[in-house]
């Protein structure tokens, strides 16, 4: 199996930065892409950024600009650096991965974290 483990998450004043990272760790042949997503109570886990292996980013339009999401493929870490934040930017914040665990496998399989809270004040 594969586990995902967020960090740096906190509280933040508005205009304020944070860098969350996540690890993977455990049964890996090739991690296909990470990604960040976030959420709160009632509501859709949105899309914040997207990274593939080869380093291709996707952002929603609320975090282009503002967030950058980065790898490091030798450790098998994402990484979200997130400037002029906002207080609508208050989520949990969970890390996701594509992987393959095994080289024969034909897809790969989807795992997620459990969530780092941040909350930005205004």
């Known amino acids: 199996q594969v586990q995902l483990v967020e960090s740096g998450g906190g509280l933040v004043q508005a205009g304020g930065s944070l860098r969350l990272s996540c690890a993977a760790s455990?049964?890996?042949?090739?991690?296909?892409?990470m990604a960040w997503y976030r959420q709160n109570p009632g509501k859709p886990r949105d899309l914040v950024a997207h990274?593939?292996?080869?380093?291709?980013?996707n952002y929603a339009r609320s975090a282009k600009g503002r967030f950058t999401i980065s790898r490091d493929n030798a450790s098998n870490t994402v990484y979200l650096e997130m400037n002029s934040l906002k207080p609508e930017d208050t989520a949990v914040y969970y890390c996701?991965?594509?992987?393959?665990?095994?080289?024969?496998?034909?897809?790969?399989?989807?795992?997620w974290g459990k969530g780092t809270l941040v909350t930005v004040s205004s």
């Open positions: 996701y991965t594509n992987v393959r665990t095994h080289q024969s496998d034909y897809y790969g399989m989807d795992y």
């Open positions: 455990g049964s890996i042949f090739i991690i296909n892409a």
């Open positions: 990274i593939t292996n080869g380093g291709t980013t």
